[in-house]
């Protein structure tokens, strides 16, 4: 058993910024991580910047542009409060970053950085380190974790959030390198579980990111929110099956192409062409695959051929070296690419110390709802995961002193051990592979890039019966200790839970906005649809959908 | 067309077997597959029981290393060809067949004292001056993710009271030629037994990202 004052579940950034918070407060913290930080999560893979606009910002730059060009990103979904903290405080805490150690690249005189611009932002503003700024912020955060001696623990997978007269109080989690169980006493919880890329087949996300924090918190009565705004990136690999989803190419760098030639985004957006919306170029591929014009795999055609040799290898080197190890040459043929999941605006509801409903339980980075609205600005991820976990890491530390540990409910322990005895149970069941394939391949048909009530039904219809089958799970391999079928046998249950959250909201709000896109409502709808689908689960039962009033949080910058 | 492929991969299951073994499996070979995919393949359509471990699937997670044909890479990165052998990464504990045990290596780095050390850095309000000279070997040393290939090609005995291992000695080089840290962190390279490497290069030959190990321990040798 682990008894701490703050109990912190996940490894990427989020979770490190707010465990360097704590203990910067003197506060006993403790991390929990089902992967091994800096080689897990999605921080890991992040190849972009930080959004904040410091006393590097060009001339004609400010917060309040940032926090307009936050708004009109999110399609003014956004909680205002929450964005006002994300630009006024994401600029400290990126110099921070550099205090502890991390070094963001210089412009050319050395003295400043140099700034990444990318869609959506007025000026060039985000600080970033090649492309991997997301592997440097973990390696500063994390190297700073062990300075301060915040205990880390990895290969714990959490099956149970633990409440006590509906106040946090710990998490029951699983050893996957011992194979058995771990209670964790806590005073408070954060939750830094990031999204649930794969819920769906195609994503860009690495393969641990499973709903784990809305799943978790859903079962203690927290409220999720926004669930139907799941961003896609246009451009993923289609082949080979390991890489499919992750991204394939830039939008700046392409021509796209149907099956038949045509660079079919002249009939969707003839003006912007490739660098329309997002979420305008990702429908027009999955119309024109639909229509019968797409490629072999499902996808449509990346052109890259047109540009002068070397270019490509100059401008994305990481990329070409991909396309060569798949034996694919840009200059000479074209690429087949299709959508894919890359991020979810929604999560847990959550004030402005990233507390959710329950008391003592805080929700940060991705796995929390609000910052984004109904689609996320590039580069604001990073900085929300910075802020996010500064606010909680705080507030969570400045509660405890006036905490005791609360009592664990008696028959908790046993509850999660029989859901692990049961994937040993039966000799045939159906394999946790099998039944997370038919998951994603639903989600993915049905209530992916465009939805309809139709579709979403059939989709509801299909993770019904998932449901149904995960109590069937069955491990070819026989021990607790590693056994890899067995973890993503409990992710399962994660992204079941997840699923139905997303295909009830998507069903709830009839009209389109950013990241959703309904076909049987395809316009905007700002007289009904300035609000929040909050989804609960009480006792674990059945989902209970209601639809808020007006948007959350009010809050201005000047 | 599709062609068949012929994979031998390395078996163990301490709980079962006596000794390591290798499985051939078949799997439908096409142009453009990584070896992650022949892993996948297999664990998916004949044996999942198969273990391996990988998480991002694009050369970012450093945790899918494998020795491909007796050649330390990124299973990810690595593109198949028709026969393939797979054993796991050489100098590392098996757990069960391709997958390591990473806690030893973990525990090594975690002496390495790898952040930054430094007094007095509240007045700092604004971007620090680092001179485009200092800042290029820093930025090729923090791409290493840890794949532990190079310590894998090593012709060295890495371990405890050993060698520590290019790998170590890339992390340490971040630190080394960070301008702004202030620790004394010779005596690691003392204790890594720095003056060990020979320099062979196969580090460096294996690297998924072009770091350069030999030549890092080359600078920090300079730098003692």
Known sequence: MLVTDVL????????????????????????????????????????????????????????????????????????????EILVKESP??????????????????????????????????????????????????FGEVAKLQVPVHANIVVLKLLVSNGQAAGAIGFDIAKGSLLVIRAKTVILATGGAGNVYSHTSNPTDVTGDGFSLALDVGAELMDMEFVQFYPLGFVRPASLQGTLGALLYYVQLRNSKGERFMSKYDAERLELSTRDRVARAMIKEVEAGAGGPNGGVYADMTYHPSGYLARMQPGLVKTYSKIGIDPEKE???????????MGGLRVDTNWQTNVPGLYAIGECAAGVHGANRLSQNALAEVLVSGARAGRAAAAVVADKSLLPVEADAVQRVENRLKSFFAAKRGISPHQLRSRLQNAMWDYAGVIRSAESLQKALAEIESVKSLLSRQTCGIRAYQYNQELVEGIENYFLAATAEAIIQSALQREESRGGHYREDFPDRDDVNWLTHVIIKRPDGGVMNIAVTQQVSGTGRVQ | MMEQGKVKIFRFDPDKDKAPHYETYSFPFENGMTVLDVLLYVRNHTDSTLSFTYCCRNGHCGLCGVIANKVPCLSCHEAAVQELTIDPLDKQTVVRDLLIEQSIYTSRIGKLKLFMCREKTDALVRPEFISTESFEPIKIASRCVECKCCDAACPLEIGEDKFLGPSGFVLLTRHFLDPRDELDRNYLLKDGNIEHCIHCGRCTRVCPHNVDPENMISRLQAHR
């Open chain 1, 8 to 83: 912190i579940v996940g490894g990427g950034a989020a979770a490190a910024m707010a465990a360097y918070e704590v203990k910067k407060q003197n506060v006993d913290v403790v991390i929990v991580s089902k992967g091994i930080p800096q080689h897990s999560g999605a921080t890991v893979m992040a190849p972009g910047a930080i959004a904040g606009v410091g006393p590097w910002a060009v001339e004609g730059d400010s917060q309040e542009l940032h926090f307009q060009d936050t708004l009109k990103g999110g399609y003014d979904l956004n909680d205002k409060k929450l964005v």
């Open chain 1, 92 to 141: 400290d805490l990126i110099l921070e970053l550099e205090k502890i150690g991390a070094l963001w690249q210089r412009d050319e005189s050395g003295e400043n950085y140099a700034l990444r611009i990318d869609g959506g932002h007025s000026f060039a503003r985000c600080p970033f380190l090649e492309d991997r700024t997301g592997r440097e912020m973990l390696r500063a955060l």
């Open chain 1, 334 to 344: 074209w690429l087949e690419v299709a959508p894919t999941c890359h991020f979810f």
